[in-house]
């Protein structure tokens, strides 16, 4: 008797838990939540705020472009969250960030015009072999609007001049290599391409205690080989897309035209160490950032993230 007593009541509590089931899950198997109209309208509206993640490429016409990550939105930390709320906010979704399948490691030797043109962000190059003068203000108007920029220093010029290559680093700003003596890298072979890098590079290091991972070619001038020689050397041959053209002394309302009316996503600004160049920095920075714009330091600008 007690057998049947005990087999019935486990008949009886399968049926019970078996019952407790079906309340929690369809015929599908699936949670009940996953039916809730707040869980669907995450699901109808995902589409719409997803990004696709973009590879890394040599464009025919920019070479060697940055990929940027892509982001998908994570239904079920979405649901939880606004569950809490009790109604669906756009502002609320929760998103996971994608990589791209290849980066800007995994492409051949190339140079690099400018960042992903999905990227609202600009990086300030300047390129140094002259204007000491005039250096120590620059940084001063860069730290007051919050900027970084990409320094690119002349290994003579860092030779001469330790003092003001240290503020820049120790500033925070980016310090790439202009190669040595500004000479005509586009007249070099590959051999000497790389040795006069390494001059420059051994300076420079020596300064910052830092691996120079950025050379930007004196004048533009550069073939295949110069490429080549830099990627050796663990850097990236950088060039421009907007220039100010300020070593000829614009007054300060042309050069700030001139690189608001070609400034873009992604895009890379070439400027020297000037007066008409410290002058025209506050007007510029603000007008880049009235455009939606960010200014970047180089590593970001280059890097994957939106």
């Known amino acids: 008797m007690k057998f049947r007593t005990v087999a019935a009541g486990i008949i009886i509590l399968s049926f019970l838990t078996g019952v407790g089931l079906a309340v929690l899950t369809t015929d599908k198997n699936v949670p009940v939540y996953k039916e809730s109209s707040l869980y669907q309208k995450i699901l109808n509206e995902k589409d719409r705020y997803e990004l696709k993640a973009k590879d890394a490429v040599i464009d025919s016409v920019w070479k060697k472009t940055p990929g940027i990550s892509g982001r998908e939105v994570d239904v079920e930390a979405s649901y939880r969250k606004m569950k809490k709320e009790g109604s669906y906010k756009k502002d609320h979704l929760v998103y996971k960030m994608t990589r791209p399948d290849v980066s800007l490691d995994d492409l051949p030797p190339a140079p690099i015009y400018r960042g992903h043109p999905d990227k609202k962000a600009v990086s ?117 897309t907007v220039d100010t053209i300020d070593w000829q002394k614009p007054s300060k309302d042309v050069l700030v035209t001139r690189v608001l009316n070609k400034v873009h996503n992604g895009a890379t600004i070439l400027m020297h160490p000037t007066q008409v160049t410290v002058d025209s920095l506050p007007q510029l920075m603000e007008g880049i950032r009235k455009k939606g714009l960010q200014i970047s330091d180089l590593p970001k600008m280059l890097s994957e993230e939106r």
Do not use: C
């Open 124 to 240: 300030l190059f300047i390129n140094v072999s002259w204007g000491e003068e005039y250096i120590p203000e620059m940084i001063d108007v860069l730290n007051k609007h919050q900027a970084k920029a990409a320094f690119f220093i002349d290994g003579a010029f860092a030779n001469e001049f330790p003092h003001l290559i240290q503020m820049i680093e120790e500033e925070g700003h980016t310090i790439g290599s202009h190669g040595y003596g500004h000479k005509d890298m586009g007249r070099m072979s590959r051999a000497e391409a790389a040795d006069n890098l390494k001059q420059a590079d051994d300076i420079l290091f020596a300064l910052t205690k830092q691996k120079i991972e950025y050379f930007a070619p004196p004048s533009g001038s550069f073939h295949m080989e110069t490429v080549e020689a830099a990627d050796e050397l663990g850097m990236e041959t950088m060039l421009w």
